[in-house]
């Protein structure tokens, strides 16, 4: 049956009340800034309690961590823990090297029965056979010798770990030297590192970094400066080497005296109020093709270490550590480019540990108020 047609009068009428309807409508629905929309990941680390099993039950630390609405945890992968001391300090390479994965593995599984996933950071100390002093440690550590190690790595934890970084703060004295070479040694063993692994595993993905915040005289180098080192980039970021490809970049953004809104002087430093520098930085090595993802992009951000002490030099009050901690995973949060985000110690270790304490229980598994503030932040 056909319906008469409205007067054109009416027609019109119904017409602009429709497209009056409509616009309404648009206007009370608006999309949410990427940032607000945007998940990001909350991290642990505690390596003594949860590889280690050090002076706290890992089974009870991986129930508060998930608990706590954490969904991944890092751990440290040392190139000597896994050969024993046996082969580490072996002059010449062995015919076989043997790893043990033991720990490892137990933590792997621990983490993934609770729906944890584990971030492992490849690692020195290296063996005596793979330094440039033959001495157990961290001076001028091979690179091809790395990379064997960090395929050895993959091969093993292949379609149980999504997710590697290379070394840990390589731009800190106590983790990579001669000081001034650092950059250079990084560099090789960064390239060897993601062959090794793209090799074993293509899916996993990579993160280049894990870099200090800031430079401290004769101890350590400051994060930009150390990236145009490793990238062959003049302080106008022309580049003078081949291009390096990484899935991200891994940093340790503390600021352990002041709020995280604090601007950190010096330019090439990089704490969490002053995370623009770093992105800037990236941006300005995909530009000259330095350094960029694999599709050819800028690399975002992998906030791997943070926290504020509770206790020794750099203490703060309970309450006040407790609102500078849930302020900064909020910077991080507002962040578009940071993926994630890591508290850096989950239990607080005995005393003769304690010169860095940056704990959310204590060592009888108490939470503090810095533990009840991230755990409405996660849950919010």
């Known amino acids: 049956m056909t319906l008469p047609s409205p007067p054109p009068r009416v027609g019109r009428q119904l017409l602009l009340l429709a497209l009056v309807a409509i616009i309404t409508l648009l206007s009370l629905i608006q999309p949410a800034p990427a940032s607000a929309a945007r998940y990001m990941e909350i991290a642990i680390q505690d390596d003594a309690v949860l590889v280690g099993r050090l002076y706290y039950n890992r089974d009870y630390a991986l129930n508060q961590i998930r608990d706590l609405g954490a969904t991944r945890i890092r751990v440290n992968l040392t190139w000597v823990d896994a050969l024993g001391p046996h082969q580490s300090r072996m002059r010449r390479q062995p015919a076989r090297v043997l790893y043990n994965w033991t720990k490892y593995d137990a933590i792997v599984n621990a983490a993934r029965a609770r729906g944890i996933r584990v971030h492992f950071t ?46 840990n703060e390589p731009n800190y004295k106590g983790w990579l030297q001669p000081m001034r070479k650092a950059p250079r040694i990084y560099r090789g063993l960064y390239a060897a590192g993601w ?51 990484s899935d991200g970049y891994a940093h340790h953004p503390y600021e352990f005296k002041r709020s995280p809104s604090a601007r950190y002087p010096g330019r090439d430093n990089a704490t969490i109020g002053t995370l623009g520098r770093l992105t800037k930085a990236l941006n300005r090595l995909k530009r000259n093709r330095a350094l960029r993802t694999p599709r050819g992009g800028a690399l975002h951000l992998w906030l791997t270490e943070f926290g504020y002490f509770a206790s020794g030099k750099y203490r ?65």
């Not at 970094?209 to 401290?216: M, V």
């Not at 810095?370 to 932040?377: A, C, E, I, M």
């Open 122 to 167: 490849v690692t020195g100390r290296a063996p005596r056979w793979a330094t440039g002093n033959r001495r157990v440690g961290v001076y001028k550590p091979k690179a091809a010798k790395f990379g064997a190690f960090a395929r050895a790595v993959a091969q093993h934890f292949r379609g149980r770990v999504d997710r590697y970084s290379i070394w």
């Open 195 to 245: 062959r090794g692994i793209k090799g074993a595993d293509p899916y996993a993905k990579v993160l280049i970094g894990e870099t200090s915040p800031y430079a401290i005289r004769k101890r350590a180098i400051a994060p930009i400066k150390f990236l145009r080192g490793v990238t062959c980039t003049t302080k106008r970021w022309k580049r003078r080497c081949k291009g390096l490809r």
């Open 316 to 380: 703060m009050p309970a309450g006040r550590r407790a609102k500078y901690l849930r302020r900064a995973f909020t910077i991080a949060r507002r962040n578009p480019r940071v993926h994630s985000m890591l508290q850096y110690l989950l239990v607080s270790p005995p005393r003769r540990w304690a010169h860095f304490n940056t704990s959310l229980l204590s060592g009888s598994g108490a939470p503090s108020p810095s533990y009840w503030s991230l755990r409405g932040f996660a849950r919010r």
